[in-house]
């Protein structure tokens, strides 16, 4: 069920109404009649842009990241090319990031959601920081890459691989904000990679924002940036720090291990140049960020993003670098959860080849946007005060 818009004072002009409707009007001193017009005339007019325009809530992360500006940019094109056409909007809005999404998205507060890759995948299972199986949530979309910026202090570094993280002895590093997906996935990665990081490390918890100020300030050792690259908060660091801060570069062995249960991360490169001071080619791994929706919205309404995300993506990449990476033929590539049948519907139209795992067969749901979706039933949604 989509949000709704409340009108302050409605029932007031609604009394306006009824008493227009229930008084004679012979007699009436054209002024008064012409107000009663322009009432009723008013409300429709209304009446009609709150059904031609219901926003629905695409839920990001917070304002230092990717995820924000980027979801801005599709709710703005969503609104520019389907309020008026199709009567579909979006709003972007902030958030700590996957987890809260996750939760948002259970619970209603929010329609779309962007997440990194591993919590599609988790969410769907019941898997990882999700013990309970998603099941109302369905993918859009593979998105841009999250490429992990594992970040330490160049005086700390022997090999220049992930392996030196090994060697830390109680320094303070940050994995992201408390609950974010950036501690989350950073947790998974060096529990598969060995790294003790319970015992190696004094954890710290910031936003990205934040962590950048505290390893220019000399307060963290490293931290933990997963992002669509280039990152404002590395490219800061980097312009201060220069060389007394490196990106740790990944080995074909730590690729092998993150990918045995969930084959999500490939090779990312960054060229010298990439950020300030940057001399040298560092290679990590990235994995997709995903689109995600309820499977209660309509098919047409999620037929009709999913169409216009990709029809305007050359829009979408003026506006944000880290979306160059967007591209239609692996639209379907490293998703969680099933595809909606609003996107499976665009994906089958453009010829793309779709696997067997993300075909859901769905029962009907309404095509006209302005028709509400049914309340999921208990079986298929979990309840708020269900934990994750």
């Not at 017009?37 to 059904?51: F, N, P, R, V």
């Not at 996957?98 to 939760?103: A, G």
Request: include cysteine; charged fraction near 20%; hydrophobic fraction near 40%.
């Amino acid at each position: 069920m989509s949000p709704r818009i409340t009108i302050t004072g409605i029932d007031n002009s609604a009394q306006t109404q009824n008493e227009c409707n229930m008084s004679s009007i012979s007699g009436w001193p054209i002024r008064q009649l012409l107000f009663c017009l322009l009432t009723l005339s008013g409300l429709t007019a209304c009446s009609d842009e709150l059904t031609r325009a219901r926003p629905y809530v695409l839920t990001t992360a917070t304002t230092g990241g990717t995820y924000y500006p980027v979801g801005v940019a599709l709710a703005t094109i969503a609104h520019a090319e389907l309020a008026e056409s199709e009567g579909i909007s979006l709003t972007a809005i902030s958030s700590a990031g996957s987890l809260e999404n996750v939760k948002l998205l259970r619970d209603n507060q929010a329609q779309f959601a962007l997440l990194q890759g591993p919590f599609g995948a988790w969410s769907w299972s019941g898997e990882g920081p999700v013990s309970s199986p998603q099941t109302h949530m369905r993918s859009v979309a593979a998105m841009w890459k999250n490429v992990e910026h594992f970040v330490l202090l160049t005086r700390l570094v022997e090999s220049g691989t992930m392996d030196d993280l090994k060697n830390l002895d109680g320094e303070r590093y940050v994995l992201g904000a408390r609950n974010s997906g950036a501690e989350q996935t950073g947790r998974f990665i060096l529990e598969t990679l060995g790294v003790d990081y319970q015992e190696k490390f004094s954890l710290a918890y910031m936003g990205y924002g934040p962590t950048t100020s505290a390893i220019q300030d000399g307060n963290i050792v490293g931290m933990n940036i997963p992002a669509g690259a280039p990152v404002s908060s590395i490219t800061q660091a980097y312009a201060l720090l220069g060389d007394r801060m490196t990106i740790l570069n990944w080995t074909q062995e730590s690729l092998d291990k993150i990918n045995a249960r969930y084959p999500l991360w490939d090779w990312y490169d960054f060229p010298p140049g990439t950020y300030p001071n940057q001399d040298e080619l560092i290679r990590t791994v990235a994995s997709p960020n995903v689109l995600v929706t309820r499977a209660d919205i309509s098919e047409e309404v999620v037929y009709q993003i999913t169409k216009v995300i990709w029809e305007n993506l050359a829009t979408l990449q003026e506006i944000h670098g880290a979306t160059r990476d967007m591209r239609l033929d692996i639209a379907v590539a490293g998703l969680g959860a099933p595809l909606h049948a609003g996107a499976l519907r665009y994906y089958r139209e453009v010829g793309l080849e779709i696997p067997e795992r993300l075909i859901m067969e769905e029962p009907a749901t309404p095509l006209d946007p302005n028709v509400e979706a049914p309340e999921p039933t208990p079986s298929q949604e979990l309840r708020a005060a269900d934990t994750l």
